[in-house]
């Protein structure tokens, strides 16, 4: 298990940490060669995932979901990203799609998809970003517009998280000027009018698709609008904020885990000047830096999600999250790249996967630009509310999200 003496986990969480780590080194581990070597979308293997629930992990049981909350949900993203940054992807994208019904799905709405999230046979996915506009959401071009009981959409979105895998796209686009004029629509990836972009294999990631969603006049029933008619932006950006930031701060430390533990194994197993590398203190030093970025960066995303759990205010804790495991990532993946040298570069060594799945964890949810943007406007005062306070969980008495707390004690790896 890999944990830090300033992390906080329950009995539960544990278990489920190893049982995650169990299927991801049984059941992901033996397919990922065949998807670097293909870079398909591996579309079964993700059925296979989906089917053990953890999609779920933040639906309420009374829809058939884990109710196992925001801590639980990242130890699953990141143990099977730890195998297959690619998978990580996946079901972090998969999970992101499931807020939008959550936050803003009516009674209907939720009755009617959550237990088919909660059960793996529907793969929802959000859509916002636009080629032109990027992650200046208020730029977007989409639009739809109201016929009778329908509305008809049109436009194009891209980098799509599981476009091709997708049951459920969460659309948002234009119904009019301003930033109230945007809205968000369920559009059942078999409705006529939604097309996709052939998948196009990128440098990392194999096996996950990011693709691109044509609307050319698809028609939409008015009851598939998720939220009221202007609430659009309110779903893009307390889905990115509250899952798609901490979701992939929690794929950064699973691929930032599997560099260390590559590492070390290079480092003990190739001689020099008679003696393993891990002997030498340089080598130690490069190791030592290593292991200080992962242990930074899974404490502060533990600790984000944990307050989210508890209904806490953490806007910042969460975008800070990203902010300091991609940094830190990126960092360590350059470390590796320097300690394995040379024979890094070859695409059989885990450690060239690893580095380029790593260039992928930046760009969604806003780069690292964005995440100090926002984080200047908390120095300086000018916040804009929490998203964190204003979807905050019911706390019952005793709650599975937030249960009584224990140290974990550190193992050694950690």
């Known amino acids: 298990m890999t944990s830090t003496t300033a992390l906080f986990l329950t009995d539960e969480h544990e278990a489920l940490r190893t049982k995650i780590r169990t299927y991801a080194e049984t059941e992901i581990a033996p397919r990922v060669a065949e998807m670097e070597a293909h870079r398909h979308v591996d579309q079964d293997l993700s059925a296979r995932i989906a089917r053990q629930g953890w999609i779920g992990a933040t639906i309420d049981p009374a829809y058939g979901g884990m109710g196992a909350g925001h801590l639980a949900k990242t130890l699953i993203i990141e143990e099977i990203s730890r195998v297959s940054g690619a998978m990580g992807a996946m ?7 499931t807020a939008k019904i959550i936050y803003y799905g009516c009674d209907e709405q939720r009755k009617t998809w959550l237990p088919r999230i909660a059960a793996g046979t529907c793969l929802p996915t959000i859509a916002v970003t636009e080629a032109d506009s990027g992650s200046h959401v208020l730029g977007m071009q989409a639009t739809a517009r109201r016929d009778g009981d329908d509305y008809i959409l049109s436009g194009r979105k891209v980098y799509i998280g599981n476009s091709h895998i997708g049951d459920l796209h969460g659309v948002v686009v234009r119904t009019g000027p301003g930033s109230r004029g945007l809205s ?22 194999h096996g996950f698709s990011f693709g691109e969603l044509f609307l050319d006049g698809c028609r939409v029933p008015a009851s598939n609008m998720i939220g009221a008619e202007g609430e659009g932006l309110d779903v893009a950006y307390s889905s990115s904020v509250l899952y798609g930031r901490p979701n992939l701060a929690a794929v950064a430390l699973g691929i930032h885990q599997a560099i260390i533990e590559q590492s070390v194994a290079v480092a003990e197993r190739r001689i020099r000047h008679g003696q393993p590398l891990a002997e030498l203190p340089t080598i130690q030093q490069r190791l030592g830096r290593m292991q200080s970025r992962l242990t930074t960066a899974r404490t502060v995303l533990y600790d984000a999600v944990h307050k989210l759990d508890l209904g806490l205010p953490c806007d910042d804790e969460l975008i800070n999250a990203k902010h300091t495991g991609v940094e830190a990532l990126l960092a360590t993946a350059q ?30 949810a806003g780069t690292d630009d964005i995440q100090l943007h926002r984080l200047g406007e908390k120095a300086l005062g000018r916040t804009r509310g929490q998203w964190s306070q204003r979807h905050a969980p019911p706390q019952p008495t005793t709650s599975k999200a937030a249960p009584a707390l224990r140290p974990t004690t550190p193992s050694a790896t950690s």
């Not at 409705?191 to 972009?197: V, Y």
């Not at 996967?353 to 969604?364: I, K």
């Open 184 to 205: 968000a629509f369920l559009v059942e990836a078999d409705r006529p009018g939604l097309s996709l972009g052939p998948h196009r294999p990128a440098m990392g990631l």
């Open 335 to 364: 470390d590796g790249m320097r300690l394995h040298g040379a024979a890094g570069l070859y695409p059989d060594q885990p450690m060239e996967r690893f580095f380029r799945d790593a260039q992928h964890v930046e760009p969604p």
């Open 91 to 97: 079901v972090q994208a998969s999970q992101l799609g």
